[in-house]
């Protein structure tokens, strides 16, 4: 319960917010602040202050093919934000999600060309790798109680030493050759990869799937008892497990879901680009989480959405795509993360307080 | 676990009607051993429907042991525990619970970010819907959360609102009522006024109350004379682990409980000590209301204690 400080506060307040002695009622919360208390409605405003900023400040950007191309920047960030911040709500976060993308690419890759198999069957194989990847890490962290930064900076460590040597051992390069002439290539790559024409503007077909995920998961979250396990365990575990919600079974799935989410990236990247380079995929763990926490996901787990997250992807996807459109040195992304990840995290911090505290 | 536990509690009331006088929980001659350390010791304890069961006793007096027991996180080592008459070994709370027993902590009660309705029916969730288009029946859950709280008279406008922005008092009572709700026949009340202040804990009474009145048997853990005297039937004091006094409410005042409470026997022999050593006017310390109670046989620890 002391994980969960922002709502304590109740606990020392005075009873005088209501008649407490007289049959517990309590004052309904004026609708301002229960809006507020959404978790999803500060990254909303926040992500509509950068669109508004580069729309005023890179006049190209208000073309209609530099906004698919931010869409789609946004999205394959947006599409692994969304298990990751899944996870957060649960109260655990995983850093192998980054290198375990480039995994997923590569078992499918090498896999079809070194036995010269239709690619479904790698896109396949490397699914179920990708799942026994997240059930693995999940497992770990259930039956050893350690916490989840230990577990997967273990397997972090572990999946990029395996990208490098065995790509290197199986092809002798450092990235996996080209199977755009292979069997299936072209029916995975209309599902992963293609790309459709909206108004005479070129839309990734990334970009749907992002939202259609978003909305599988707003409704899972918030529709289903799993949604309702997915806040309890990482809200209060004891609590949870003492009522019956089955906690290693919630944690275990969350974690495969984020593998779900690295294989469907990585099987965007592999039928997108033809080829995989290895040593890839480092340090996007840290821009999931910072796109979940900028989207109200609370680190510490219990609080959050899944639609929070597609906007914090969509600020990521503006303003790296805004920088170059404004023509600034890109250089300066990072440190616009930086601060944007800052400033969302005071943001939410006030929000909560506000709209909990009576 | 979902919608068939769903008044449950009304079918079990009619079973236990009938038999109202037999106990639906009973210990006879319990008694727990971890390793070398003998916790708990020849307790007898019944719980009848409709009736509030208070054990008292300072910290490290088995009072944990006892409800570990009853609500199925320890099994007993020794003597017998009964269930509606028949002897039973629980291994997990979940068996406790499916005989209607139901432990509410102080701390393991809700998750203090989720909104009422949703602490309410956790773990046990109403759907409608089939295959993946199973879905929350959220209407229905919060309209029975609210049924089930207005019946516990506890009265919430918003339902949305996270539990941890409830007081303490109303918390423990969510807790409750959501025992009640999923069929629990007996009540296991772990210190419930333990962190609260004088006016929540009067909250917290009054639910123990109605709970009684809903022909609940409510076992009330606490160390407070005072709380127990307000709402028991029936008082059991424990001391190093053995039952130190068992009274029926018209068998003890609150005199004599606070007194047994606040150490006793003991008391008595430190006022011989002290008249000893001379400097204590022992003349003035208040007289000792000797119990008229019977005191379990086995049951002379004070001497033992140094």
């Given at each position: 319960m002391s994980r969960t400080e922002p709502a304590e506060p109740a606990v020392g307040a005075p009873p005088a917010a209501g008649p407490v002695g007289s049959g517990g009622r309590t004052r309904q919360r004026p609708p301002a602040l229960r809006l507020l208390a959404r978790p999803e409605v500060g990254v909303f405003l926040g992500a509509l202050a950068v669109l508004v900023f580069f729309l005023i400040a890179a006049p190209s950007v208000r073309q209609g093919g530099s906004m698919a191309t931010v869409l789609y920047q946004s999205s394959t960030i947006g599409i692994m934000a969304l298990p990751v911040a899944l996870l957060m709500i649960g109260g655990e976060f995983d850093l192998s999600a980054g290198v375990a993308v480039v995994t997923s690419a590569l078992t499918a890759s090498m896999l079809s060309y070194q036995l010269t198999v239709n690619v479904w069957t790698g896109v396949l194989v490397a699914l179920l790798v990708s799942l026994g990847a997240g059930a693995f890490n999940g497992w770990m962290l259930v039956r050893t109680g350690l916490p989840s930064f230990l577990v997967t900076l273990g397997t972090f460590l572990i999946l990029q030493g395996v990208n490098l040597a065995v790509t290197k051992l199986v092809t002798g390069n450092v990235a996996t050759d080209?199977?755009?002439?292979?069997?299936?290539f072209d029916q995975a790559k209309a599902l992963f990869a293609s790309s459709f024409g909206v108004g005479g503007v070129q839309v990734k077909i990334t970009v749907v799937w992002w939202l259609v995920f978003a909305a599988l998961a707003t409704w899972v979250l918030l529709r289903t008892r799993y949604g309702n396990w997915v806040f309890a365990v990482g809200g209060d575990r004891e609590s949870a497990r003492a009522v019956g919600v089955p906690v290693t079974f919630t944690k275990v799935t969350l974690f495969m879901l984020v593998g779900f989410g690295a294989w469907f990236v990585g099987m965007h990247q592999l039928f997108s680009f033809n080829t995989v380079q290895s040593g890839e995929g480092v340090g996007q763990e840290l821009i999931y989480i910072a796109a979940a926490v900028i989207g109200g996901c609370l680190l510490t787990g219990g609080h959050g959405s899944a639609v929070g997250p597609v906007f914090g992807a969509f600020m990521f996807g503006m303003v790296n795509q805004g920088i170059v459109y404004a023509g600034w040195n890109p250089d300066w992304f990072k440190a616009f993360l930086g601060v944007m990840l800052l400033g969302a995290v005071l943001v939410n911090l006030w929000v909560r307080r506000t709209a909990i505290r009576r | 676990m979902t919608s068939e536990t769903t008044g449950t509690h009304a079918t079990v009331r009619e079973d236990t009607a009938p038999g109202a006088d037999r106990p639906v929980v009973e210990l006879r001659g319990a008694g727990k051993t971890y390793g070398t350390i003998r916790a708990l010791h020849g307790v007898d304890l019944a719980v009848h429907p409709g009736r509030v069961s208070c054990v008292l006793g300072d910290n490290g007096a088995g009072k944990s042991t006892l409800i570990k027991i009853i609500s199925g996180l320890h099994r007993h080592t020794e003597g017998e525990f009964l269930v509606d008459g028949a002897p039973v070994s629980f291994s997990s709370p979940r068996e406790a619970l499916d005989r209607g027993i139901a432990a509410v902590y102080q701390d393991l009660a809700t998750v203090p970010l989720m909104p009422v309705w949703r602490n309410f029916f956790l773990g046990s969730e109403l759907t409608k819907g089939t295959g993946p288009f199973r879905r929350l029946d959220i209407a229905r859950m919060k309209r029975t959360a609210d049924e089930e709280l207005r019946t516990m008279g506890i009265v919430l406008d918003d339902l949305e609102q996270p539990v941890g922005t409830l007081s303490g008092g109303q918390r423990q009572c969510v807790a409750i009522a959501r025992a009640v709700h999923f069929g629990a026949r007996v009540l296991i009340l772990d210190e419930p006024t333990a962190a609260l202040g004088v006016k929540q804990s009067g909250v917290v009474l009054k639910y123990i109350a109605a709970a009684r009145e809903r022909g609940l048997g409510v076992i009330f853990i606490t160390h407070n004379p005072h709380h127990a005297y307000m709402v028991g039937d029936h008082f059991s004091v424990l001391r190093l682990g053995t039952l130190e006094l068992s009274a029926a409410r018209s068998e003890i005042t609150l005199d004599t409980l606070t007194h047994h409470m606040a150490g006793g026997a003991e008391l008595t022999a430190l006022k011989h000590e002290l008249a000893r050593v001379g400097g204590v006017d022992v003349d003035e310390l208040p007289e000792d209301p000797e119990p008229s109670v019977q005191q379990p046989a086995a049951s002379d620890p004070v001497e033992g204690k140094s």
């Open positions: 080209d199977i755009s002439d292979m069997d299936g | -």
